[in-house]
C-alpha cells in the first residue's frame, strides 16, 4: 500500500477511458483509496470487466458506456453519477486515441477523429463536471492526461501531440478561471508506461521499443501504478495547494537528447 487506505475517503471520481491502461490503473488505486467510482469508456465488456475487479476490491462502482466526442453522452454519465452518488469531487479526462501517420499522409479524418476525443473530449469533461466539482466539501480537482511531447513536438503523432498541447492550455486556463471555485486543474504527463496500449501501438508495433527505453535515464518503462499514485496524490489532501501544474511522470525520459523513438526517414 503506497497511500493510507483512507487517502480518499468520502470522494467521487469520475474517470473516463477508465477499464483499461492508464485510467484503470488509477481506479484501482482509487479504489485502494476508499473513493467511489464513475467509469465512463465506449466498450461495455472492458467496463463490465472492471466493474467486477473493482468490486472484488470493495469498492462502490458505477459504469456508463460513454463516447467522449459527445456533449450530451457526457453531461448524461456526469448526471448519473450524481443520481448515483450525490456528488462528484474529482473528474479525470483520460480518454484518447493515437496512432502513428506521418503528417503527409494523414487525412483529414484521422486528424479530426484525434482532436475530438483528445481535445474536444477533455473540454467536455471538464464543462460537464463544473457545478459539481465546485461543490465539492474537499476542493474539486480537474485532472486531464499531457504528454511532454507536446511540447517538445511529436513525430508520427502530429494529431495528438497538437491535441496535448491543447489540452495543457485548456487546464491552465481553467485553473485560473476556477481557483476562486476551489476547483484545482492539473495535468499528469506519463511516459513510457509499459502495460498500455499506447506504448504498444505508438513504440512496440513501430519496433523502436529498446530505443524508447534506451532514453529513460531511470532504466525502465513505466507502469500505469506510476501514474496512479500521481493522480492520487492531487487528489487527497496532501495535493490540494497545487493547481496549473503539470506533473511529469516519465523517469526522466524528457531531459535526454537521444530523440524521440520515432523510425523517421532520416534515422
Ligand atoms: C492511419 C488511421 C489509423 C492508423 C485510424 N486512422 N487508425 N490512419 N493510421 N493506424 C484513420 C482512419 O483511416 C479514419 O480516417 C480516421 O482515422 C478515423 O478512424 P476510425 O477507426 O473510423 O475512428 P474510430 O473508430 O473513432 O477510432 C478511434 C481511433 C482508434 C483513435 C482511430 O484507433 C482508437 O480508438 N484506438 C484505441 C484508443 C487508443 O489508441 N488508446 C491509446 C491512446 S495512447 P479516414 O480518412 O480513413 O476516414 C495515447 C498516448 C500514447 O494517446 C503514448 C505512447 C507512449
Known sequence: MTFTADALAGRVAFITGGASGIGFGIAKAFAACGARLTLASR?????????????????????????????????????????????????????????????????????????????????????????????????????????????????????AGAAKAGIMSLCRTLANEWGDRGIRCNTIAPGAIGDTEGVKRIYEDQGVANRQLASIPLGELGKTKDIANAAVFLCSDAGSYITGADIVVDGGRNRTHSGTGYPGKRD
Open 43 to 159: 466498450n461495455i465488456e472492458k467496463l463490465t470487466a472492471a466493474k467486477q475487479e473493482l468490486e472484488a476490491m470493495g469498492a462502490e462502482v458505477l459504469v456508463v458506456q460513454t463516447d467522449v466526442r459527445s456533449p450530451e453522452a457526457v453531461q448524461n454519465a456526469v448526471q448519473q453519477t450524481l443520481e448515483k452518488f450525490g456528488q462528484l469531487d474529482v473528474m479525470i479526462a483520460n480518454a484518447a486515441g493515437n496512432f502513428v501517420v506521418p503528417a503527409e499522409e494523414m487525412s483529414a479524418n484521422a486528424w479530426k477523429v484525434v482532436i475530438d476525443i483528445d481535445l474536444n473530449g477533455t473540454f467536455f469533461c471538464a464543462q460537464a463536471a463544473f457545478d459539481a466539482l465546485s461543490k465539492s466539501e474537499f476542493g474539486g480537482r480537474f485532472i486531464a492526461i499531457s504528454t511532454t511531447r507536446a511540447l517538445e513536438g511529436w513525430p508520427g503523432c502530429a494529431h
